[in-house]
């Protein structure tokens, strides 16, 4: 564990311009937590861990990437930003403006981004803007008004978030002393993807840390890269995944390919129920971040990926706080009970 800055720590494998100046909230150093009775129970006879993103300062791994991207703005003399965002990046972005003393602009499409997210955005202080369309209506908004304007995009377009992004690669590297035998995470816009595979390849290159499978998992209801053709509608209950044109496709599907893994679709009942095998283990996150475990799972399932006596890494992409709607919707309310002991005995001990 470390206390510098993430940017600090891993300065030598990051490409950043001179002009870069440090914007931090302590970011990453987020855990890599075993998950053995998880692993038991998927089959059992390997090593299972979940590397928690969601406990990143505003709930998810975007923070790796806007802490560079903030920093690199800030350096150039950047005074606003803006993003297109189905949430995380949005409340990242928000976020590390304010700390910066930028002001930040983000466009959200229109009623599908998750209360916790859009809360965290205004939180920050964003000027926050829905568009009557979807995240790719919006990324092509942003993309045209930052040409006309002297606005810096933060969308993971802007190549250093991705530079931030690989350092989730290092630290599990550092963590497990080598890379893992499969990194398994989900597929939204593919930066991530696209980070983590640059990570591994440059830190095996100094490190001989070696290589991961890596299995990206997409909803099928918003599932691009298995397709092989955009999605105009897309729809999946992850929202943070929902979408149609991924900007790093291209590359999400060289990373899977080089590194001998593969793009997979999972249903939304599937990222749910993994949703909720993770929460009783005690680690809840948000539903898109369930879906490169889930798609894991069905992988092993189908007798695709035999895991036995390998290392696999989950990535869990955000924090369950973050879209609390999702669990309250389908829970029936809470027993409501007189002040009475009597009655919250028989309440607690009536089998
Ligand atoms: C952004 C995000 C993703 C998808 O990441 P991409 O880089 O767009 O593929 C997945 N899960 C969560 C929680 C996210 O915020």
């Known amino acids: 564990m470390s206390t510098q800055p993430l940017l600090h720590r891993y300065r030598s494998f990051l490409d950043l311009p001179s002009h870069t100046q440090i914007v931090t909230l302590s970011e990453g150093n987020t855990p890599l937590i075993p998950m053995p009775r998880l692993a038991e129970q998927l089959g059992g006879k390997f090593e299972l861990y979940v590397k928690y993103e969601g406990l990143n300062p505003t709930g998810s ?13 800030v350096g150039r003399g950047a005074k606003t930003v803006i993003c ?24 959200i499409p229109q009623g599908k981004v998750a209360a916790g997210k859009l809360a965290g955005a205004v939180a920050y202080g964003a000027q926050v803007i829905q568009i009557e369309g979807s995240f790719d209506d919006a990324l092509h908004l942003v993309v045209e008004i930052c040409q006309r304007h002297p606005i810096a995009l933060v969308n993971s377009l802007n190549p250093y978030r991705l530079e931030g992004q690989k350092t989730a690669a290092f630290e599990i590297c550092d963590a497990l002393g080598e890379a893992p035998d499969w990194l398994c995470l989900p597929v939204g816009n593919a930066g991530n993807i696209t980070s983590y595979w640059m990570g591994f390849r440059q830190y095996d290159q100094v490190n001989q840390s070696g290589l991961p499978h890596v299995l990206g998992v997409q909803a099928s209801g918003a599932a691009p890269l298995v397709l092989g053709h955009a999605v105009d509608h897309p729809e999946t209950v992850a929202t943070a995944i929902r979408i149609g044109r991924p900007a790093r496709g291209e590359q999400a599907l060289q990373a899977a390919e080089e590194s001998g893994g593969r793009i997979i679709a999972v249903s939304d009942e599937q990222i749910l129920a993994m949703q909720k ?3 009783c283990e005690g680690v809840w996150v948000e539903p898109a971040s369930a879906a490169g475990l889930a798609g894991f799972a069905s992988e092993v399932a189908a007798g695709r990926i035999q895991p036995k006596g390998k290392r696999i890494v989950a990535i869990c992409t955000g924090h369950g706080l973050k879209d609390p709607d999702i669990v309250v919707k389908s829970m029936p309310a809470p027993q409501l009970l007189a002040v009475d002991l009597a009655t919250l005995e028989e309440a607690i001990l009536t089998p």
Request: hydrophobic share 55%; glycine share 8%; no cysteine.
């Open 277 to 279: 095998t993770l929460a």
């Open 84 to 107: 297109a965002s189905t949430g995380n990046t949005a409340a990242s972005a928000a976020a590390y403006a304010a700390r910066a003393g930028l002001r930040a602009v983000v466009l």
């Open 61 to 73: 791994f975007k923070d790796r990437g806007m802490t560079a991207a903030i920093s690199e703005a």
